[in-house]
């Protein structure tokens, strides 16, 4: 619930309350209040009392979620398709909608497999052969071990200071060409500095690696903590330097599961969170992310990636598949080779069937549904024998409201009509116009602890070009780009989206990451340990959030991490 609605609630409760505890509602303090006068005998109206006013209702038009009492269902976070799987497997769970159904069951089964299985036309230019090579377990990515190890679950966007794309390298850096992973030599297609700029061997673009400083903060009580700040190093660049102004935005692969409830949440209830003035005074200003839908050619709001740039689970699949692993479809049927990489075009001219897209609109529909319909883990810390949650993660629900968090991380949500593939139904043999709606999608209620809106995180960055000791210097193999940034800014502007900002993102299963991939770390670029680590490095429109954390005692912070361990 955002701060406007629970002050309504708060002034609805003290008018009728006044007299009672008119000090705490806000009335003077000190003086006692004089006696109320004997009620007299009330006059009968001539005319019908106006009804009472409907209670008020939040966002999705339901009833203000309360901070102090679960809702009845809480637990089942993804509504219909909620699994209790709280192992390994907790992302990957097939949902009891489509188990029931054979076709849905099919579905699930072959857009699982395409999301394991490299595809034989992957590259020229790559981070990975497979969906599942980022998305470990259906799961977060993992950062490399050391500096000598490339990118493999995680990538860099890039961009000049205004939001364009570099005039060589696109909108990301590809670690990889196809050779590292067509062969038995992993390093064959690793990049080379200039080692692709005359034009005889196709490498891949760049070589990123992070080093980190340490950075100590202090609870209120005395308890010190330690944070690990990045900074990003790029050597090896195969087809020459960047643009002058190059901006870079280090992200590691997110989970999966859920998104299909998130795009069927309904536009309008994303808007009225929206308060890009802050006009209601809280500090918090989110914004919706404006995008295109690719296929339609229309405004739409951007729901997917962590600067909200894609508004579907199709669209986002499908720049997946190109931006990240060289795979072409009808929605984005050019390699990802730029004008200025002669080896990138030249592999992609030897493909089989290169003017035919890599995956078909039946495969990539199947991917979707995929996608659209893995389930969400149920909530731990729930007993429904007794219908009790426990205790401490009571106490930490509570906290979480009274910190404000709940102005970005909005816990409740309802879809609307889930609508069928804009590819089309999937049939035994190809796709047909007029798809179903998916029921077992529409009309839920959901706890994914987002808002899906842009918030300003605060920081900027730095980017200079020097030695691996830190000189000055211009041009050279010995010669590293350096970004720098404080916070959690990147610098990159996507859409409408500034350096700073970021999407919120869902903390359903946050409890879970580890769980599912005990080498996966948290935040966009996976900077944060732990949860805790996570929380300290909020800034910017959730700075008040971050102190009130900072000023809590040992026992309270235990409190707020074990419910955001249930989630």
């Known amino acids: 619930m955002n701060k ?52 008020a209702t939040d966002h999705a038009g339901l009833v203000p979620i309360n901070p102090l009492v679960p809702d009845e269902n809480e637990h089942l976070s993804g509504g219909a398709i909620t699994v209790f799987i709280k192992n390994e497997d907790a992302f990957s769970g097939r949902p009891t909608p489509v188990k029931q159904d054979f076709r849905f069951d099919g579905n699930f089964t072959s857009g699982d497999h395409i999301f394991r299985t490299p595809n034989q036309n992957f590259g020229p230019l790559l981070n990975t052969s497979t969906c599942q090579g980022c998305h470990l377990n259906d799961g977060r990515g993992v950062l490399p071990k050391s500096e000598n190890d490339p990118f493999t679950s995680m990538l860099v966007k890039i961009s000049d200071a205004f939001g364009q794309a570099d005039p060589t390298y696109g909108t990301q850096i590809q670690t990889f060409s196809a050779s590292s992973f067509n062969t038995s030599d992993f390093s064959a297609g690793w990049p080379r500095h200039d080692g692709s700029i005359n034009g005889t061997i196709n490498l891949g673009e760049a070589f990123v690696f992070i080093r980190y400083e340490d950075l100590n903060l202090q609870y209120s009580d005395g308890t010190p903590v330690t944070l690990r700040k990045p900074i990003y190093y790029i050597r090896d660049l195969s087809f020459g330097a960047f643009v002058d102004d190059i901006q870079f935005s280090p992200r590691i692969s997110p989970q999966v599961f859920g998104a299909g409830l998130l795009e069927a949440i309904p536009s309008e209830h994303i808007e009225a969170l929206a308060d890009q003035s802050d006009s209601n005074g809280d500090g918090i200003s989110g914004k919706v992310s404006r995008v295109t839908n690719v296929i339609t050619d229309a405004d739409a709001i951007g729901r997917f990636t962590y600067k909200a740039q894609t508004p579907s689970v199709l669209q986002q699949a499908a720049a997946a598949f190109n931006g990240d692993m060289g795979i072409t479809t009808t929605l984005f049927p050019n390699e990802n080779c730029t004008q200025n990489q002669l080896t990138c075009l030249n592999d992609a001219a030897l493909e089989r069937n290169p003017d035919t897209p890599d995956v078909s609109d039946r495969e ?7 996608n659209r319909v893995l389930a969400v883990p149920a909530r731990r810390g729930y007993n429904e024998n007794s219908n009790a949650w426990d205790e401490d993660i009571l106490r930490g629900r509570t906290r979480f409201f009274e910190l404000g968090c709940a102005s970005c991380h909005t816990p409740r949500h309802k879809t609307g009509i889930a609508k069928g593939s804009e590819l089309g139904e999937i049939t035994l043999t190809g796709l047909e116009a007029n798809p179903s709606d998916i029921a077992f999608l529409s009309e839920q209620t959901i706890y994914p602890y987002t808002d899906l809106l842009l918030h300003d995180m605060g920081g900027q960055c730095e980017i200079r070009q020097e030695t691996d000791q830190g000189l000055s210097c211009e041009s050279g193999a010995d010669c590293l780009y350096v970004q720098r940034c404080e916070g959690l800014a990147d610098g990159v502007i996507q859409g409408n989206a500034i350096g700073s900002e970021w999407k919120t993102p869902p903390l359903w299963g946050l409890g879970l990451v580890q769980t599912v991939n005990p080498n996966a770390t948290f935040l966009h670029d996976g900077r944060a340990r732990t949860i805790e680590e996570a929380i300290l490095w909020h800034a910017g429109e959730s700075s008040d959030a971050q102190a009130a954390f900072l000023a809590l005692d040992k026992e309270a912070r235990a409190d707020l991490l074990s419910f955001l361990k249930s989630l």
């Open 4 to 55: 406007t609605s629970m002050n309504s609630v708060f002034k609805l409760l003290c008018t009728f309350t006044a007299g009672v505890f008119i000090s705490a509602c806000g009335g003077s303090g000190g003086a006692e209040s004089p006696p109320l006068p004997p009620p007299s005998t009330p006059v009968q109206p001539e005319q019908p009392l106006v009804p009472n006013p409907e209670p």
């Open 364 to 370: 990539l529909a199947m991917v979707e549904f995929y």
